[in-house]
């Protein structure tokens, strides 16, 4: 039996390790409705309207359509209830935050000469949070079947080749602590004998070595297997939480320009930074009778992950005044080409216990931080088509419809053997999706009403991972001149399969997750 406590604090750069997975890429390839209050509250159809901060996120083209300068924030707030289902028991978790996720300003210059049909030019900032990412997850249920020493002995067997993780990586040699080892596993490996071998599967295999989940068949073998000290014959009652916090930002510079006010081009180049903790506890406890040997009959299993990094795309798009009711739409979003950073930490705490023998327990917390190379990570583009009908000065209709193939989602380097794997996996298992996207605003002389509609399809071909999401929206606007207050609210839900690791031992909850949105925005006109 191994006990350890370990107090050392220590900071490590791995070199090759990575621990990225599908989930993270959806992260940041998926975006949120977010914006202005009147954006929202018409369900983000602006693709052909322009005339507002927030339609240049869906069409650049629509900072000309402004007649005057302004000036826009807006302060939102978001209520997210994820409610799981894990084999039959049912939780739920709320999360409440506050957010000014939207300024900007946009500026009109009209050309005087009245010989050129070029009638203008406009320039725009605009800063959004396009996903906000406060949320929490909790889930908990009795698994007949599998634990997590499972996942713990998958890395342990099959992390070297194929072939079992050496035991001179999971077991310390006399006068090595386990900082020590932990350490050299993140920033040596692989290695020219284990090429491999990578650092994050061999850090996991001596978590769960030094922690007793799981033990040698021959501690004299170098090469030998591995079992799970985690007994059969039991129910696993197990909780997962998951808390995070953070935003993912772009900041948009704009331009545009009006062609005898029938045709409008614009331009955006947008700056991205993201700042994302995520922090995850892993609980299991077991029933199954005990016996003369020692087994696990509760541990719990702890990730902090910090993911922080910049990035960059543009934007091209046109929108045409084909007659004083209808307008037409086209843009393309490119790929968004990310620079991030991850850091993560880990922490295993396990209780072991034998008839008429004290509990002892296991404390493997090496306090070192994974610092992993910054890797890249593309998102795949987006074709937005757009139509608008206005009703003179009394009302419209706008329609957007964007497509997106998640498939060409990409982690960069792709000659790394990992990602070149994980990136093959996405173009498999992802697909290329639609969205729809409906708005309706009704004037009456200063009040606005508007109401909005969207449907994004899954971006998995299975729709069950991430399912489609289905969001209403509704708001009011009154014009107080050269000032304007806008209020919105907007809903969506969406259901997801969420497994809690990511091999061995691959259970998960069915998650249903609401969003109930309340945003204020405030407009000056300059």
Do not use: C
Not at 100 to 118: H, I, R, T, Y
Request: proline share 3%.
């Amino acid at each position: 039996m191994k006990k350890y406590i370990f107090l050392l604090a220590l900071g490590f750069t791995a070199s090759v390790a990575q621990s990225q997975e599908i989930s993270d890429a959806m992260h940041y390839a998926q975006d949120n409705l977010n914006g202005t209050a009147r954006f929202r509250a018409m369900g983000g159809a602006f693709g052909a309207l322009g005339g507002d901060l927030s339609s240049l996120n869906v069409n650049p083209a629509g900072s000309a359509v402004f007649t005057n300068n302004q000036m826009t924030l807006t302060l939102s707030n978001f209520d997210t209830k994820n409610k799981s289902n894990y084999f039959g028991s049912t939780t739920s978790e709320k999360n409440n935050s506050f957010d000014l996720n939207q300024a900007g300003a946009v500026f009109v210059f009209n050309n005087k000469n009245p010989n050129s049909n070029w009638k203008k030019i406009s320039l725009g900032v605009n800063y959004e949070n396009i996903k906000n990412f406060d949320n929490g997850f909790f889930s908990a249920g009795t698994n007949p079947n599998n634990s997590i020493g499972d996942y713990f002995l998958s890395y342990a067997n099959n992390s070297n080749n194929g072939a079992p993780v050496p035991q001179e990586f999971v077991n310390t040699n006399p006068g090595e602590s386990i900082s020590d080892l932990y350490s050299f596993l993140g920033s040596n490996l692989p290695n020219n004998q284990y090429p491999n071998l990578n650092g994050f599967a061999a850090q996991q295999a001596f978590l769960g070595y030094q922690g007793f989940i799981i033990d040698a068949v021959d501690e004299t073998n170098n090469n030998s297997p591995y079992i799970s000290n985690v007994p059969n014959g039991g129910d696993y009652y197990q909780e997962n939480s998951i808390y995070s916090t953070g935003y993912n930002g772009k900041l948009s510079f704009n331009a545009a320009t009006s062609y005898n006010d029938k045709l409008y081009i614009g331009l955006n180049l947008n700056s991205h930074f993201t700042d994302f903790h995520k922090s995850s506890t892993f609980f299991e406890e077991n029933n199954a009778p005990l016996t003369n040997d020692y087994t696990v009959t509760r541990l719990s299993f702890e990730n902090d992950l910090y993911t922080y990094g910049t990035g960059f795309s543009f934007q091209l798009g046109a929108i045409a005044k084909v007659s004083d009711e209808i307008r037409l739409g086209l843009a393309y979003e490119s790929s968004t080409w990310y620079k991030l950073n991850d850091e993560l930490s880990q922490r295993l705490f396990a209780v072991s216990s034998a008839t008429n023998a004290d509990d002892t327990n296991d404390v493997v917390n090496p306090q070192i931080v994974n610092i992993y190379e910054p890797y890249k990570l593309q998102t795949p583009s987006k074709l937005t088509g757009s139509f608008a009908y206005v009703f003179g000065k009394s009302g419209l209709i706008s329609v957007d419809y964007a497509i997106k193939d998640y498939s060409n989602t990409k982690f960069k380097p792709e000659n790394d053997p990992y990602f070149n794997d994980l990136n093959n996996d996405m173009n498999s298992i992802l697909d290329t999706t639609g969205e729809l996207r409906i708005g309706a605003e009704y004037k009456i002389d200063a009040l606005s009403l508007r109401a909005g509609y969207r449907y994004e399809q899954s971006p998995y071909k299975n729709s069950v991972t991430i399912g489609d999401l289905t969001g209403y929206s509704a708001g009011l606007g009154y014009s107080f001149g050269s000032t304007k207050v806008d209020l919105a609210y907007s809903y969506a839900k969406r259901n997801s399969q969420q497994a809690f690791f990511n091999q061995g031992f691959t259970d998960g909850a069915s998650i249903e997750s609401i969003n109930n949105n309340v945003s204020v925005t405030l407009l000056f006109e300059l």
